[in-house]
Nanobody
């Protein structure tokens, strides 16, 4: 079984920064990708940033403001969010695509709320 746990959300004002963390644990043989998605009220979940075996991807709206980084030794991924805007308000979910004892798994965290006030 694989668990994914996020932390670091909160309430900030526009222009401020937050750092999200996500750790994957369990019987993990390898991780093919880790990334962050978000879902704002009334909107579909969207990919924010991801690190895959092919490289790093960002949604256009966060390029230049958000940075994703991964600590392979800790099975952890971080999302540094700078210059936050009210439109960044959403629940942020961590995703890990792993090879585990049960085979290939797509594991999700429960989400962490980020609220940016204007």
């Amino acid at each position: 079984q694989v668990h994914v746990v996020e932390s670091g959300g909160g309430l900030v004002q526009a222009g401020e920064s937050l750092r999200l963390s996500c750790a994957a644990s369990g019987t993990i043989f390898s991780i093919n990708a880790m990334g962050w998605y978000r879902q704002a009220p009334g909107k579909q979940r969207e990919l924010v940033a991801a690190i895959t075996i092919s490289g790093i991807n960002y949604v256009d709206s966060v390029k230049g403001r958000f940075t994703i980084a991964r600590d392979n030794a800790k099975n952890t991924v971080y999302l540094q969010m700078n210059s936050l805007k009210p439109e960044d308000t959403a629940i942020y979910y961590c995703n890990a695509r792993v090879v585990s004892g049960l085979g290939d798994l797509d594991a999700w965290g429960q989400g962490t709320l980020v609220t940016v006030s204007s």
